[in-house]
């Protein structure tokens, strides 16, 4: 148990008057007199949402969203959302080169990023803008700062957390940081700028992971993506009540549930090895979401992000619970389990990915946006997943999932079990995954030398601190 001896009249300085031990172990930990606040040296600016404005095409306004930002390698917009060119700005909300872009919601809270690379776009409502109040101030070394060990953990430990990580706008303008004038950031950044050139030629070997699956089972199926990418980016879907009745059973009329139509059929018309994924699935679950808490209790419980595009699931930002469900044992995670998400946005909505439990991880549980799936012996479950991360996977359950709101649909068991998917022979999945799993180990042997790279960087930016 922690204890906290702290006098009254120091929580009600605090904007909502915060008790956590959390909290003010971590600003405690900083003398006032060696810092300023955030807001003494940045303005704080506001994302805003424009999922109305999304464009399919590549246009003059990036729209930046956590996705894009990672907490050491700042911003990558390769597969960033672009905006409609006639979408109205406000001026404060357009990027530029200087700002400082923080995610401020989410599992992921505390990435920030530099905005040179989105110059002239604008940022999501799950982010904000730290913009400079004076020109003595170097943004990147401060982008750079918060990209350190000491500050991502600074930012966990003033976050606040209902639902899921919360940065108030508050608690963010308060952060305390060393002023460092431009001139002696300077001296800093001149000593980082070799080093990132190695990282940047490093990086230009890279491929995403998404890349590497599309290439080798697009080859290996002899499958033509572009030829899908143009049913993509179609904006008008001329059909008959005969071309509506494909794979439709519940009479959907929606354009967007017309595209998984004709995105399907293309696919099947390409190669005679795709079947519905139904014919091969055993059973399907839903998972189950108790309340949680921040501190370590009887069971962990995954959360949504716990499924990424490397398929691999990832049991680093758990929540904890101690609330039994009568049926408690059936929403245990297993070793090799395979699940999908059942709910996010249109972009990673049934993403799969495969657990390994190991002696370390105690027992977990998934939440109610995931679905368990058990195949027959017919399919390699990995082989499956990157079915699911891939091209093919994507573009059906973009269009497939329901929802107004773009920003969280859903898939349940009929769009899993209408789902067309290449099932060759097992051998030839084993030898596809063997592929795949080769090109990802030489992507990751390079991340390896960047990350040693990347720490050389901390460490002369958390010199700057102590000095």
């Known amino acids: 148990m922690k204890i906290l001896n702290k006098p009254l009249h120091e929580f009600s300085s605090h904007k909502y008057n915060r008790i956590d031990t959390k909290y003010w172990a971590t600003t405690d930990s900083i003398e006032n007199n060696e810092y300023v606040l955030i807001q003494n040296l940045f303005d704080v600016i506001n994302g805003s949402v424009q999922t109305t404005n999304y464009s399919n095409e590549v246009t003059s306004i990036p729209y930046i969203r956590i996705g894009d930002m990672s907490y050491k390698d700042g911003l990558d917009i390769t597969d960033a959302m672009y905006l409609n060119d006639d979408t109205e700005i406000k001026q404060d909300k357009i ?5 400082i872009i923080v995610a401020t919601i989410g599992a992921t809270v505390g990435k920030t990023a530099l905005a040179k690379e989105a ?9 904000v803008v730290l913009r400079k109040k004076f020109n003595n101030i170097d943004s990147k070394f401060y982008s750079l700062l918060l990209q350190a060990d000491y500050y991502i953990d600074y930012i966990f430990g003033v976050v606040s957390q209902k639902a899921q990580p919360n940065l108030q706008e508050y608690d963010l303008k308060n952060i305390k940081v060393p002023f460092i004038e431009y001139h002696a950031a300077k001296i800093f950044i001149d000593d980082i700028v070799p080093i990132e050139s190695e990282i940047n030629n490093l990086k230009s070997q890279l491929l995403p992971v998404k890349s590497t699956i599309d290439r080798v089972i697009s080859q290996e199926f002899e499958l033509n993506i572009e030829a899908l990418k143009e049913i993509d980016n179609v904006k008008i879907i001329k059909s008959t009540l005969t071309d509506l009745s494909f794979n439709n059973s519940n009479h959907r009329f929606s354009p967007r549930w017309n595209k998984a139509g004709l995105i399907q059929e293309k696919l099947i018309g390409m190669k005679s090895v795709f079947e519905l994924l139904g014919n091969h699935i055993i059973s399907t679950q839903n998972g189950w979401s108790p309340e949680c808490t921040e501190a370590s209790s009887l069971f962990q419980v995954l959360g949504i992000d716990a499924i990424n595009k490397d398929s691999h699931i990832q049991f680093n930002n758990v929540k904890f619970s101690d609330i039994y469900s009568p049926n408690f044992d059936k929403y245990i995670v297993k070793d090799n389990d395979f699940f999908v998400s059942r709910g996010n946005t249109t ?7 495969i657990a390994t439990i190991t002696d370390e991880i105690s027992d977990t549980v998934f939440p109610d946006l995931m679905i368990r799936i058990d195949f027959k012996q017919t399919i390699n479950k990995q082989y499956m997943a990157y079915i699911f991360n891939s091209f093919i996977g994507r573009l059906y359950f973009k269009y497939a999932s329901k929802g107004k709101n773009q920003t969280m649909v859903k898939i349940s068991k009929k769009e899993l079990h209408d789902f067309y998917v290449p099932v060759p022979k097992i051998d030839i999945q084993n030898k596809i995954v063997n592929k795949i799993q080769q090109e990802i180990n030489n992507q990751n042997a390079i991340k390896a030398e960047i990350a040693q790279l990347r720490a050389q960087i ?3 930016i958390e010199g700057a601190i102590k000095n």
Do not use: C, M, P, R
Not at 95 to 99: A, H, I, K, V
Not at 119 to 127: A, D, E, I, L, Q
Not at 347 to 353: E, F, I, K, Q, R
């Open 95 to 99: 990027l530029q080169e200087d700002d």
């Open 119 to 127: 110059k002239g776009g604008t940022f999501s409502n799950n982010t």
């Open 347 to 353: 972009d990673l909505v049934a993403l799969a990915s």
């Open 458 to 460: 901390d460490e002369i």
